[in-house]
């Protein structure tokens, strides 16, 4: 893997503490680099980080994000602003949002999701974060 990508996983197997994991846009994964990175956080059950900016993802990137996402028991925030999605990705992430009640943030500034979605998107998570300050 990218070595800026290597720095951040665990050394020994099985060994994922990571609470967040952030690839900064000078990492650049792409939709291709994005699959061995979602595969760490369907095994990292204690992640509640997932920071993406400007890494060259794409709508299918986000609908293979959703799919690990939707069931993680510890995930609360995912930033995927600065990649190359649109609204089609906003529906999939407020479909998210709704479907895994702990996701209380997820940024998509810079992306072309348009407003109407966003709003939408920003609805639901503030549902989420309203149902979270209930839970305690």
């Given amino acids: 893997p990218k070595q800026a ?12 503490g ?4 952030a690839l900064g846009a000078n990492v650049f994964i792409g939709n291709k680099g994005l699959l061995p ?3 760490v956080v369907r095994v990292n059950r204690g992640l509640r ?7 060259g993802i794409k709508n299918s990137g986000v609908e293979w994000l959703v799919h690990v996402a939707v069931d993680h ?11 190359r ?4 990705s906003g529906t999939l992430l407020i479909y998210l949002a709704h479907r895994n009640p ?16 966003a709003e939408q998107l920003e ?5 989420n974060r309203a149902a979270v300050v209930l839970n305690f």
Avoid: C, H
């Fill in 85 to 88: 999605i649109s609204s089609v």
């Fill in 102 to 117: 702990r996701i209380t943030e997820i940024g998509i500034a810079q992306t072309k999701i348009d407003a109407m979605v």
């Fill in 37 to 39: 990175i979602l595969e």
């Fill in 5 to 16: 990508v290597k720095s951040v996983l665990p050394v020994e197997l099985e060994a994922f």
């Fill in 73 to 83: 028991p510890s995930l609360t925030s995912i930033d995927v602003s600065g990649n």
């Fill in 123 to 127: 609805a639901r998570l503030k549902a």
């Fill in 18 to 21: 990571l609470t967040e994991l």
């Fill in 49 to 55: 980080r997932l920071v993406l900016p400007g890494n």
